[in-house]
């Protein structure tokens, strides 16, 4: 018997209908990026460099490594784009913020990352630690880009918001924001996560109506623990949709059911963005392999080489 996808979006295609249609149609073209962060605690390391083995040899454009949420240990972020661009001809894609940081130190960053050799860079505002109502010398992510514009020549990333920044005024606003961002000499933006195409598929018609010609990179998340992914969400204002949670509902004892389910999600996700025209998928990794290796996989992507580390 063949069972219907429950009410997403596009309406219910059947699952064989579904699946044939992705093993037809293997994207050409496409290009990849992983986002990874610097783990705090040491035993969290081994997950990191085996998702780095395993993920690396995908050829992707670039891999980014986060910067100091919360004002964390933010020589961990140098540590970690040093090794990678040690160990492999990968390019490596620092994310800054500038909250916490005077223009002067900013820009001791940016020059040291220069000398390094770091050619891209996802710039972002950051947040605000708990607490912290001292003045910011460059208070916005616009600001940081005029910054590293005025003096360097970095591909610039930066970031989007497909259902609107929480704290942003209006949607607007939001838009207008990201225009300014592009503006000032950003190269493309990369968006939060989102689990509902249309969200970005229109959010990318509102970027053009605006005349934002930048090239809007999906930030796609698979969902390896879903309880997370809710406060996540909540955190950053990222919808979930009702019909998403339908199918992780139930499933907190059955971890293998949910990876199927969230790697079927990802797949269909990622193909229907293809056949609208996207062709950079960035992953949000959570430093895990598994799910955006497969995912990586169905699209018709393969490892090229092994990658030292
Ligand atoms: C791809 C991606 C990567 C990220 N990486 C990191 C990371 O490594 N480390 C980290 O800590 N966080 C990271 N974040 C989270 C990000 O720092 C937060 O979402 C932050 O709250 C906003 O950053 P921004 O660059 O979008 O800020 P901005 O573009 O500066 O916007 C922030 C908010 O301020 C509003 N705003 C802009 N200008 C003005 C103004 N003049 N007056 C009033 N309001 C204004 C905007 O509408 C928006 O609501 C990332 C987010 C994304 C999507």
């Known amino acids: 018997m063949v069972r219907v996808i429950p009410q997403k979006n596009q309406g219910s295609l059947r699952v ?26 040491v035993e969290k390391e081994n997950s ?20 100091g949420a919360g004002y964390s240990d933010r020589a961990r972020t140098r540590n970690l784009v040093e090794r990678i661009q040690k160990t492999t001809d990968i390019p490596v894609s620092p994310h800054l913020t500038c909250v916490g ?5 900013l820009k001791d960053i940016l020059d040291s990352y220069w000398q390094a050799g770091v050619r891209n860079l996802v710039a972002v505002r950051g947040d605000r630690a708990p607490g912290d109502t001292s003045p910011l010398p460059v208070p916005y992510a ?17 970031a989007a918001y497909p259902d609107v920044h929480p704290a942003a005024p209006t949607a607007r606003f ?25 969200d970005f598929l229109r959010f990318r018609d509102r970027c053009r109506k605006a005349g934002i010609q930048a090239e809007i990179i999906p930030g796609i998340l698979p969902v390896t ?15 979930v949709p009702e019909w ?14 949910r990876n199927f389910i969230a790697a079927g999600l990802a797949i269909d996700q ?4 293809h056949l609208e025209g996207v062709n950079h998928f960035h992953f949000y990794t959570l430093n895990r392999c598994e799910l955006t290796y497969a995912i990586c996989r169905s699209l018709g992507l393969r490892s090229q080489r092994v990658v030292a580390c």
């Open 16 to 41: 064989m209908d579904r699946i044939k249609e992705v093993v037809r149609h293997v994207p050409e073209g496409i290009s990849i990026s992983f986002e990874f962060f610097p783990p705090k605690e």
């Open 48 to 67: 990191l460099w085996d998702a780095l083995h395993r993920l690396l040899p995908l050829q992707p454009k670039f891999v980014s490594v986060t910067y």
């Open 101 to 105: 940081h005077t223009r002067d130190q």
């Open 142 to 158: 616009l600001d940081l880009i005029e910054l590293i514009r005025s003096q360097y020549a970095f591909e610039i990333y930066v």
């Open 174 to 198: 939001d838009l207008d924001n990201l225009k300014r961002k592009i503006d000032a000499g950003a190269t493309a933006a990369i968006t939060q996560f989102f689990f509902d195409n249309n």
């Open 225 to 239: 623990n879903f309880e997370r992914t809710k406060t996540f969400a909540d955190r950053c204002g990222a919808r």
């Open 244 to 257: 998403f949670h339908q199918y992780f509902e139930g499933l907190d004892e059955e971890p293998e059911t």
């Open 270 to 273: 990622v193909q229907e963005l």
